[in-house]
């Protein structure tokens, strides 16, 4: 009999202080995408992940909006008699930019990241593949939030340097993109403060598992 493998998943978001309540509203926004992360650490029964990601928003009057986030992924997998457990906790800080931190060539070729806290300094550099931009599109809600997104995405490399540690996705058996597009929002209410969500994943395999896993690591800024 094959195992049945549970897996359960905590993620921790670490909101910015001064995050305002919003209520009930609509917007449409041009959107640039900057988004990477890749592995720390790895072992049979543990694995660790960083990211950095860049977003920037541009209203229909021009007026701009630059994050960034960035932050670690933590797993762990044990055993229970036949069932496989495994938690993971994603801490992401969230930073408000000014809009020469984040550069991002409009042709999707490059784009660049650069922000300090605390006086460390987190950077990150992309630069695309060779292969051509694909259409992309995506339909998101969280129960606060409803976003629908249209784009073109291009693969990339990202290397830099985060929480004091440089990085490669290259080396580092990471992924990375760069996305342009528009995005329309609809929103029903955005609190600060920490949230936590869990989800439960069947699988057969450790293999599946890990796989499932790494899907979960951050790739797409919020």
Not at 49 to 72: K, L, M
Not at 133 to 160: K, N
């Amino acid at each position: 009999m094959k195992k049945l493998g549970v897996l359960i998943l905590g993620l921790v978001l670490l909101a910015p202080v001064g995050v305002k309540a919003q209520s009930v509203g609509a917007s449409f926004n041009q959107t640039f995408f900057a988004t990477s992360s890749w592995v720390v650490a790895r072992t049979p029964t543990t694995g660790r992940y960083r990211f950095i990601n860049a977003y920037r928003s541009v209203d229909p009057i021009g007026a701009t909006n630059t994050i960034a986030d960035y932050g670690n992924v933590r797993c762990g997998i044990g055993e229970d008699g036949r069932v496989i457990v495994t938690s993971c906790e994603v801490t992401t800080r969230i930073v408000f930019l000014k809009p020469d931190r984040f550069l991002f060539d409009p042709l999707l070729r490059n784009a660049t990241v650069s922000l300090t806290e605390n006086g460390v300094t987190h950077t990150a550099r992309w630069t695309v593949k060779e292969e051509p931009p694909a259409p992309t599109w995506a339909l998101h809600g969280d129960g606060r939030t409803t976003r629908a997104e249209a784009s073109l995405r291009s693969g990339a490399q990202a290397r830099g340097r985060v929480l004091g540690k440089r990085f490669s996705t290259k080396n580092d058996s990471g992924f990375a993109s760069l996305r342009r597009g528009g995005e329309v929002n609809l929103y029903y209410e955005a609190e600060e403060g920490t949230t936590t969500e869990s989800f439960v994943h069947r699988s057969t395999t450790r293999r599946a598992a890990w796989t499932w896993i790494e899907a979960l690591i951050p790739k797409e800024t919020r």
